[in-house]
């Protein structure tokens, strides 16, 4: 089977954090590693992670104190610490089913001409509702993929995992996005280079917690999301680039203004 290292950033995630990392402990194919890198937690997140992963000495695991440069400092200190060949990533407050890594090891295993593998997802809200997120109805294997996640992100951190390298040649996270999009960074960084593969599986939980958002977060990711909109603008036509900017525009406008309006 291949060997993984599961990278798992938290920011003052103590409520919960317990929870995703016994999702990792109870995989029937457990990974090499667990590396949880704390973006300088100011709860009790790093001491009860500690005391957790040492009840469990039978996975090799590292936990890393950053001071607080934000989540993609965060993993790229538990990338560049990683020992295996296959990175998963696993947010805080996510969480994986049992057979995630044995069904994704399968796949590696049968496909090695593919270098990151992602699986459906099932989306939970903050009222409690599903949702299944199939990534792969999104993406076309005969067009290339830097145009198509240009307008897309079809990758999730929580769903990913793929070779160490390949996060390397894409130049790992960007550390100056801190509104919480440097993921979909990343994906454009790499999309020349990967050769993604689709499970249509759904194999773990995603916990949307967008409307835990303030009407500055929405502000700070309209700011990131153009910035990358135009960054990354000349894989498409300008008039793609204009619209995919209003879009943008009108989203977080709309979210944004909801969200002040409710608060009042």
Excluded at 51 to 66: D, K, S
Aim: some cysteine; proline content about 6%; overall charge negative.
């Amino acid at each position: 089977m291949p060997a993984i290292s599961v990278v798992c950033p938290t920011f003052n995630s103590e409520p919960f954090v317990i929870r995703t990392l016994e999702s990792v402990i109870r995989q029937t194919c457990p990974p090499e590693e667990i590396i949880v890198s704390d973006d300088g937690s100011t709860d009790g997140t790093v001491p009860v992670v500690e005391e957790f992963l040492n009840r469990h000495p039978r996975i090799r695991h590292t936990v890393i104190r950053n001071i607080h440069r934000g989540a993609g400092a965060a993993r790229n200190a538990a990338v560049e610490g990683s020992r295996c060949e296959w990175i998963a990533f696993l947010d805080s407050d996510d969480l994986w089913k049992p057979e995630k890594l044995e069904v994704v090891s399968q796949h590696i295993e049968g496909h090695a001409e593919f270098n990151i593998f992602c699986h459906a997802e099932e989306q939970v809200t903050q009222q409690g509702g599903h949702h299944m997120i199939d990534y792969a109805k999104w993406y076309d294997p005969s067009k290339a993929l830097p145009g198509q996640i240009y307008y897309r992100s079809f990758f999730s951190p929580s769903a990913v995992t793929c070779r160490r390298t390949l996060l390397f040649e894409g130049g790992l996270f960007d550390e100056t996005i801190l509104s919480g999009i440097e993921d979909f960074d990343l994906w454009q960084r790499i999309a020349p280079f990967a050769r993604p593969y689709f499970i249509r599986e759904p194999l773990g939980y995603y916990f949307d917690r967008t409307g835990n958002l303030s009407f500055g977060g929405y502000w700070n990711k309209w700011k990131d999301s153009v910035r990358l909109a135009v960054r990354y603008g000349s894989r498409v036509t300008p008039l793609g680039m204009a619209y995919h900017i209003s879009k943008i525009t009108l989203f977080h406008a709309f979210h944004g203004l909801r969200h002040r309006l409710l608060s009042q």
